[in-house]
């Protein structure tokens, strides 16, 4: 387990009010299925996570529960990332953190249909 910094609760409270820890963290596994599914955003980006959620650009509606698409566009590398995020609630085990679920790189039609076509819970102003 791998601590990656704190989310504002102000924020996601667009997901659910019931968000029981500020700490967002990221498993060994879940590192893994980043590597596996996409290692050059996991090499090149990966220092990108506490600012992905700390700042997001937009958080998008996913039918998960709990969960957030986070958008973020990292301006002075160019670049866009969708990040997906499980909130921890006071129904899940306490020793459940926030935690990054994964993370990859996408380009801009992907970006532009994202927001097209989901429902925006929130937008950076």
Not at 31 to 46: L, M, N, T, V
Not at 61 to 87: C, D, G, H, M, S
Request: with cysteine; charged share 35%; proline share 3%.
């Amino acid at each position: 387990m791998h601590s990656i910094g704190k989310i504002d609760r102000e924020i996601y409270k667009c997901i659910t009010e019931d968000i029981r820890t500020d700490e967002v963290i990221i498993t060994d596994n879940q590192i893994q299925h980043i590597k596996d599914r996409h290692p050059e955003a996991y090499e090149r980006f990966s220092g990108w996570f506490g600012e992905i959620v700390r700042n997001p650009d937009y958080i998008v509606e996913t039918p998960k529960p709990n969960t957030a698409l986070i958008l973020k566009e990292i301006i002075t590398e160019k670049e866009k990332f969708k990040t997906v995020l499980r909130l921890a609630t006071s129904v899940d085990n306490k020793e459940y953190k926030n935690s990054i679920i994964t993370f990859m790189k996408i380009d801009e039609k992907e970006w532009n249909r994202l927001l097209r076509n989901k429902r925006i819970l929130y937008k950076k102003e």
